[in-house]
Antibody, heavy 121, light 107 residues
């Protein structure tokens, strides 16, 4: 059974970058399609992007294209989310989640515990 | 605003049945999934492909999808079911879309 363990909380200043990690156990990263979802405090879930096995590429939500990069280190089974040009509106909990399905459907299970990123001057 | 519309809140008495809807064009001819998120916790998958339950999810959680509306039904609701519930679908142009969430109160 796959488990996802994320890195700890981060505090960043506006304009900085942040990198959040998600380590996979119970399987190898090459067998898992990872996605990233964020949640602003008190708000709903927002998909940022993830691996699409149908085309074998990482896809990004339009809102985050150009500012977010999702990478993987298969030697350590760890995925990374890097976001640049942070503003206070990026203060949120960032979750990684395993995606299942492809094409016309996808669902997420399990989810990591989340990593809180706070952007404050 | 979300492309999938959910009521912001719902309430139910213990032991009763409650249904939470999720509507939007992004659901038409698409599969819906549902997640439960309790306060301070990560989301948990309840339903996928409209009506399938992962192992470990009680049978009192069920799902359906017709036209452009998906529905999550919780029967014999328990106090532990008090949580936020989110629907989700996949759209080829937008990618993954979530509903705005429904806060369920068990009175």
């Amino acid at each position: 059974q796959v488990q996802l363990v994320q890195s700890g909380a981060e505090v960043k200043k506006p304009g900085a970058s942040v990198m959040v990690s998600c380590r996979v156990s119970g399987d190898t990263l090459t067998e898992v399609s990872l996605h990233w979802v964020r949640q602003v405090p008190g708000k709903g879930l927002e998909w940022m992007g993830g691996f699409d096995p149908e085309n074998g590429d990482t896809i990004y939500a339009q809102k985050f294209q150009g500012r977010v990069s999702m990478t993987e280190d298969t030697s350590t089974d760890t995925a990374y989310l890097e976001m640049s040009s942070l503003t206070s509106e990026d203060t949120a909990m960032y979750f990684c989640a395993q995606g299942h399905g492809s094409g016309s459907y996808v669902w997420f299970d399990p989810w990591g515990q989340g990593a809180l990123v706070t952007v404050s001057s | 605003s979300s492309e999938l519309t959910q009521p912001p809140s719902a309430s139910v008495s213990p032991g009763q049945t409650v249904s939470i809807t999720c509507s939007g064009d992004k659901l038409r001819n698409k599969y819906a999934s549902w997640y439960q998120q309790k306060a301070g916790q990560s989301p948990v998958l309840l339903i996928y492909q409209d009506k399938r339950r992962p192992s470990g999810i009680p049978e009192r959680f069920s799902g359906s999808n017709s036209g452009n509306t998906a529905t999550l039904t919780i029967s014999v609701t328990q106090s532990m079911d008090e949580a936020d519930y989110y629907c989700q679908a996949w759209d080829r142009s937008a990618g993954v879309v979530f509903g705005g969430g429904t806060k369920l109160t068990v009175l």
